[in-house]
Nanobody, 117 residues
Framework: VQLQASGGGLVQPGGSLRLSCTAS????????VGWFRQAPGGEREWVSS???????YYSDSVKGRFTISGDGAKSTSTLEMNSLKPEDTAVYYC????????????WGQGTLVTVSS
């Protein structure tokens, strides 16, 4: 499976963006979809996940501002980002995993989100 994140762009602080994650290849029977980001010069960090039973999880840095939705089993997802801050600036990626303890896979090209006035 290969996932592709899209929807990034330039937005002012306090603004909103919606990112989409679409999958190609064999997408059935996956456990969850996760969103990650990597800021310039930084490490990749986990942002949010949605499982096939629609359970959602968020990092503390985005909780209350970002909302994840989608279908964990089909490896598709949307990440609604509100009240964006300059520190949210990063390349955002999505990936999927087959079980709770497995590694994320299907990394594709990310989408750049720039929060700046």
């Amino acid at each position: 499976v290969q996932l592709q994140a899209s929807g990034g762009g330039l937005v002012q602080p306090g603004g909103s963006l919606r990112l989409s994650c679409t999958a190609s290849g064999f997408t059935l029977d996956y456990y969850a979809v996760g969103w990650f980001r990597q800021a310039p010069g930084g490490e990749r960090e986990w942002v949010s996940s949605i499982t096939r039973d629609s359970s959602t999880y968020y990092s503390d840095s985005v909780k209350g501002r970002f909302t994840i939705s989608g279908d964990g089993a089909k490896s598709t997802s949307t990440l609604e980002m509100n009240s964006l801050k300059p520190e949210d600036t990063a390349v955002y990626y999505c990936a999927t995993k087959r079980d709770p303890f497995g590694a994320y896979e299907g990394w594709g090209q990310g989408t750049l989100v720039t929060v700046s006035s």
